[in-house]
Nanobody
Framework: EVQLLESGGGLVQPGGSLRLSCAAS????????MNWVRQTPGLGLEWVSA???????FYTDSVKGRFTISRDNAKNTLWLQLNSLKTEDTGMYYC????????????WGQGTLVTVSS
């Protein structure tokens, strides 16, 4: 059974930082393309970042230069470092497994809540 478990969310002031983690199990993590997706009050469901099996990374424009996605295949763990946080980054952040061939997410975690507020 595929399982994705996010952690690391919390309340942070604008300009602050958080590091989100996603522990993966039940599939060959090292071969998987992994994404972070967020649900925000303003934009709804929004793709944030992706990392391929070869560790090539991609970001939505609004987080480029502020967020960093990374993975540790030995630990089956995905991370998202969030720096210079803005109020509009507030939302539920989900780790998702992405099927490159079909262009769809086939597994999601339960999410971790990020709140950016002064």
């Amino acid at each position: 059974e595929v399982q994705l478990l996010e952690s690391g969310g919390g309340l942070v002031q604008p300009g602050g930082s958080l590091r989100l983690s996603c522990a993966a199990s039940g599939f060959t993590f090292s071969s998987a393309s992994m994404n972070w997706v967020r649900q925000t009050p303003g934009l709804g469901l929004e793709w944030v970042s992706a990392i391929n099996a070869d560790s090539k990374t991609f970001y939505t424009d609004s987080v480029k230069g502020r967020f960093t996605i990374s993975r540790d295949n030995a630990k089956n763990t995905l991370w998202l470092q969030l720096n210079s946080l803005k109020t509009e980054d507030t939302g539920m952040y989900y780790c998702a497994k992405y099927l490159t061939n079909s262009g769809a997410w086939d597994a999601w975690g339960q999410g971790t809540l990020v709140t950016v507020s002064s």
